[in-house]
């Protein structure tokens, strides 16, 4: 995707491939409001982000999950709407990364706060738990 220009971060979007207007799921209402790499049609949302870091974290990937934090980090700081020092946005432009929607999600710092604190501790509170009592 990013060697095709359809992904200008580091980060997954949310989903993919992009419904483009030739693909039968394609609806005249996306011209407007959900164009491919837009909002639910391949925006990079941070609140999925912080899942996929954690997720890099639950299956040992710790060094991919430090980079993708990284990223991450850069993605949530520059906002969209009020000048502030972190954004926390509500999604970002697959193509450019711009910020989108609306600044200041605490579901977009939630889920940051909670995948540095996966890269931080190698592990991924509450839900290794939840794996721990499905295993036994």
């Known amino acids: 995707m990013r060697e095709i220009g359809d992904l200008a971060v580091d980060l ?3 989903l993919f491939p992009f419904i483009r207007p030739e693909h039968p799921d394609w609806h005249p209402r996306y011209a407007e409001f959900n164009l491919p790499g837009n ?3 391949g925006g990079v949302w941070p609140f999925i982000c912080g899942f996929h870091i954690a997720a890099c974290v639950a ?3 710790n060094e991919v999950a430090r980079q993708k934090l990284e990223s991450l980090t850069e993605l949530v700081k520059p906002w969209h709407e009020n000048e502030a020092e972190w954004g926390f946005n509500e999604w970002s432009k697959a193509q450019t990364g711009q910020p989108s929607g609306r600044d200041w999600q605490t579901w977009s710092a939630a889920m940051y706060l909670y995948a540095a604190t996966c890269v931080e501790r190698e592990c991924t509170p509450y839900f290794d ?4 009592r499905v295993a036994n």
């Open 12 to 14: 997954a979007p949310n």
């Open 39 to 41: 909002y639910h049609n």
């Open 59 to 61: 299956v040992k990937q």
């Open 129 to 132: 738990e939840i794996r721990s």
